[in-house]
Protein backbone atom coordinates (compact mmCIF):
# COMPACT_ATOMS: atom_id res chain seq x y z
CA UNK A 1 0.00 0.00 0.00
CA UNK A 2 1.55 3.36 -1.06
CA UNK A 3 2.36 5.48 1.90
CA UNK A 4 1.70 3.02 4.76
CA UNK A 5 5.65 3.17 6.00
CA UNK A 6 4.15 6.97 7.31
CA UNK A 7 1.70 5.49 8.96
CA UNK A 8 1.88 6.96 12.64
CA UNK A 9 1.68 3.77 15.75
CA UNK A 10 -0.89 6.09 16.98
CA UNK A 11 -2.75 5.97 13.97
CA UNK A 12 -2.28 2.39 13.51
CA UNK A 13 -3.65 1.13 17.08
CA UNK A 14 -6.57 3.59 16.39
CA UNK A 15 -7.28 1.72 13.02
CA UNK A 16 -6.35 -1.77 15.22
CA UNK A 17 -9.28 -0.69 17.80
CA UNK A 18 -11.68 0.09 15.24
CA UNK A 19 -10.73 -3.06 13.89
CA UNK A 20 -11.59 -4.70 16.85
CA UNK A 21 -15.00 -2.95 17.44
CA UNK A 22 -16.30 -4.21 14.36
CA UNK A 23 -14.90 -7.75 14.91
CA UNK A 24 -12.37 -7.57 12.33
CA UNK A 25 -9.89 -9.21 14.07
CA UNK A 26 -7.40 -9.99 11.00
CA UNK A 27 -7.68 -6.50 10.32
CA UNK A 28 -6.57 -5.60 13.41
CA UNK A 29 -3.94 -7.47 14.05
CA UNK A 30 -2.32 -6.64 10.08
CA UNK A 31 -2.85 -2.72 11.91
CA UNK A 32 -0.36 -4.10 14.84
CA UNK A 33 2.18 -5.97 12.58
CA UNK A 34 2.86 -3.04 10.26
CA UNK A 35 3.70 -0.99 13.80
CA UNK A 36 7.68 0.25 13.30
CA UNK A 37 9.82 -2.11 15.15
CA UNK A 38 10.96 -0.08 17.77
CA UNK A 39 7.09 0.81 18.98
CA UNK A 40 5.92 -2.98 19.22
CA UNK A 41 6.27 -3.10 22.64
CA UNK A 42 5.05 0.19 23.42
CA UNK A 43 2.05 0.35 26.14
CA UNK A 44 -0.44 1.29 23.54
CA UNK A 45 0.29 -1.52 20.98
CA UNK A 46 0.31 -3.97 23.66
CA UNK A 47 -2.85 -3.10 25.35
CA UNK A 48 -4.44 -3.52 21.29
CA UNK A 49 -2.71 -6.58 21.51
CA UNK A 50 -5.10 -7.20 24.66
CA UNK A 51 -7.97 -6.42 23.33
CA UNK A 52 -7.56 -8.38 19.98
CA UNK A 53 -6.32 -11.42 21.80
CA UNK A 54 -9.78 -10.96 24.37
CA UNK A 55 -11.79 -10.80 21.43
CA UNK A 56 -10.40 -13.64 19.79
CA UNK A 57 -10.18 -16.11 22.84
CA UNK A 58 -6.83 -16.38 22.88
CA UNK A 59 -6.02 -16.78 26.52
CA UNK A 60 -2.60 -18.07 26.55
CA UNK A 61 -1.04 -14.82 24.45
CA UNK A 62 -3.97 -12.80 26.51
CA UNK A 63 -2.54 -13.68 29.46
CA UNK A 64 1.01 -13.17 28.35
CA UNK A 65 0.64 -9.82 27.45
CA UNK A 66 -1.88 -8.45 29.89
CA UNK A 67 0.43 -9.52 32.44
CA UNK A 68 3.62 -8.01 31.18
CA UNK A 69 1.93 -4.50 30.33
CA UNK A 70 0.47 -4.80 34.36
CA UNK A 71 3.83 -5.71 35.64
CA UNK A 72 5.52 -3.15 33.79
CA UNK A 73 2.79 -0.46 33.88
CA UNK A 74 0.59 -1.36 37.03
CA UNK A 75 -1.77 1.94 35.83
CA UNK A 76 -3.22 0.26 33.08
CA UNK A 77 -6.67 -1.36 34.85
CA UNK A 78 -6.98 -2.45 31.33
CA UNK A 79 -4.60 -5.04 31.69
CA UNK A 80 -5.30 -6.11 34.85
CA UNK A 81 -8.88 -6.43 33.53
CA UNK A 82 -7.66 -8.65 30.51
CA UNK A 83 -4.78 -10.86 32.49
CA UNK A 84 -7.24 -11.75 35.08
CA UNK A 85 -10.35 -12.66 32.51
CA UNK A 86 -7.77 -14.60 30.50
CA UNK A 87 -6.50 -16.66 33.56
CA UNK A 88 -10.11 -17.15 34.56
CA UNK A 89 -10.67 -19.02 31.59
CA UNK A 90 -6.82 -20.44 31.52
CA UNK A 91 -6.62 -22.04 34.33
CA UNK A 92 -9.02 -20.79 37.43
CA UNK A 93 -11.53 -18.29 39.17
CA UNK A 94 -9.23 -18.66 42.04
CA UNK A 95 -6.00 -17.23 39.85
CA UNK A 96 -8.16 -14.80 38.16
CA UNK A 97 -9.05 -13.37 41.81
CA UNK A 98 -5.73 -13.16 42.89
CA UNK A 99 -4.85 -11.22 39.64
CA UNK A 100 -8.10 -8.71 40.44
CA UNK A 101 -6.75 -8.81 44.09
CA UNK A 102 -3.37 -7.31 43.42
CA UNK A 103 -5.04 -5.05 41.37
CA UNK A 104 -7.46 -3.63 43.71
CA UNK A 105 -3.87 -1.55 45.44
CA UNK A 106 -3.90 0.15 41.89
CA UNK A 107 -7.30 0.39 40.84
CA UNK A 108 -9.43 -0.39 43.60
CA UNK A 109 -10.80 3.58 44.40
CA UNK A 110 -11.65 3.82 41.22
CA UNK A 111 -12.56 0.82 39.20
CA UNK A 112 -16.06 -0.13 39.36
CA UNK A 113 -15.65 -3.20 36.53
CA UNK A 114 -12.49 -4.57 38.96
CA UNK A 115 -14.74 -4.75 41.62
CA UNK A 116 -17.84 -5.93 39.88
CA UNK A 117 -15.15 -8.78 38.39
CA UNK A 118 -14.15 -9.47 41.89
CA UNK A 119 -17.90 -9.79 42.96
CA UNK A 120 -18.55 -12.02 40.19
CA UNK A 121 -15.84 -14.53 40.94
CA UNK A 122 -16.19 -14.68 44.81
CA UNK A 123 -19.85 -15.31 43.92
CA UNK A 124 -18.86 -18.22 41.83
CA UNK A 125 -16.20 -19.23 45.00
CA UNK A 126 -19.17 -19.46 46.80
CA UNK A 127 -18.07 -16.05 49.13
CA UNK A 128 -21.42 -14.51 49.25
CA UNK A 129 -20.86 -11.57 51.90
CA UNK A 130 -17.45 -10.69 50.05
CA UNK A 131 -19.32 -10.47 46.73
CA UNK A 132 -21.76 -8.06 48.16
CA UNK A 133 -18.93 -6.24 49.36
CA UNK A 134 -17.24 -6.11 46.06
CA UNK A 135 -20.60 -5.45 44.24
CA UNK A 136 -22.07 -2.78 46.42
CA UNK A 137 -18.21 -0.89 45.88
CA UNK A 138 -18.92 -1.03 42.04
CA UNK A 139 -22.57 0.00 42.15
CA UNK A 140 -20.95 2.99 44.13
CA UNK A 141 -18.38 3.60 41.80
CA UNK A 142 -20.21 2.54 38.51
CA UNK A 143 -23.79 3.63 38.89
CA UNK A 144 -26.99 2.43 37.44
CA UNK A 145 -25.16 0.92 34.67
CA UNK A 146 -23.06 -1.85 36.89
CA UNK A 147 -26.47 -2.55 38.22
CA UNK A 148 -28.38 -3.51 34.95
CA UNK A 149 -25.12 -5.24 34.46
CA UNK A 150 -25.50 -7.85 37.56
CA UNK A 151 -28.89 -8.22 37.59
CA UNK A 152 -28.34 -10.32 33.61
CA UNK A 153 -25.20 -11.81 34.67
CA UNK A 154 -25.41 -15.81 34.78
CA UNK A 155 -22.39 -15.67 37.35
CA UNK A 156 -24.44 -13.87 39.50
CA UNK A 157 -27.73 -15.57 39.37
CA UNK A 158 -27.05 -17.36 42.84
CA UNK A 159 -27.22 -13.95 44.68
CA UNK A 160 -30.18 -12.30 42.31
CA UNK A 161 -32.55 -11.04 44.73
CA UNK A 162 -29.97 -9.81 46.90
CA UNK A 163 -28.50 -7.78 44.11
CA UNK A 164 -32.01 -6.61 43.55
CA UNK A 165 -32.60 -5.72 47.16
CA UNK A 166 -29.41 -3.77 47.42
CA UNK A 167 -29.28 0.20 48.30
Same mark, same amino acid.
Given at each position: M !? *??????TAKRVTYALGYIELGLLTDAAGELAAVAEEDR?? $? !? $??? @?WVEIHLAAGHWEPLVAVAQAVARADPAQERAWIGWA???RRLT?? #?? @?RQVLIEAVA %? %? *???SALLHYNLGCYECQLG?? #??AKVRLR? @??KLGGRSMRALALNDSDLA !???SEIEAMP
Open positions: !P *GSCNISSS $V !P $VRL @AYGQSL #AE @A %H %H *GTKNM #AMR @AF !PMR
